[in-house]
């Protein structure tokens, strides 16, 4: 046990975080929560007035869902990587993405409020969780697998992400799109890792 939790330390100290604030805002008035929660939105308000502080506390509240399933997929997706990656690589492509796709989908935001396509009501929208540094995450874990597979998993993450945005063009839609995708773009952070294949055996990663 402590082995595990030595090989991903952010990764479980996160989680240990998330479940403190879960528990916290089930104790909460709807009132509170949304005080809280709207305090540390990511929405156009904040970031043009405080966005340091939004960008950071925004990832350690989860929005109206419950922790073990964020639990599981830590597991299943964070863990790997913060083993793989080492913990500061883990951290650098999961905080490039939190934080790119959170600019891109709340400046295509603005820009539908300037051309009055929303309502101007929306730059305080509530946007806080910890999925964009989620799916950077996820787009980079692909190259942790080795070829045919990659390609698979590969075309999971591109449906996964992808389709929502074509069904329905949200701005969390697209900023899960771009965290995928930012997280892909981190291939050069991951050359001289070597990626494994589905039965656990490491290869020698391509040069």
Known sequence: MLGCLR???????????????????RHMSPGDLDRVLGARSTNLEHLMHD??????????????????????????FHVPAERWLG????????????VVATYVSQGVLGLAIHEGVRSADMIHVQDVGVSYFFAGIVGVLTYRIVRPWRWLYLAGVVAYYAVPVLVDLTFTNIGHLTAAVIGLAWYPITRRRQPVSPRGTRRQAPT
């Open 51 to 76: 966005p340091f502080h939004v960008l950071w506390t925004s990832l350690f509240w989860i929005d109206g869902a419950y922790w073990l399933p964020w639990a599981v997929a830590f597991c299943i």
């Open 87 to 98: 913990s500061l690589r883990w951290l650098v492509v999961g905080v490039s993405a939190h």
């Open 7 to 25: 090989s991903a330390p952010l990764t479980f100290a996160w989680m240990t975080v998330l479940l403190g604030t879960t528990i916290a805002q």
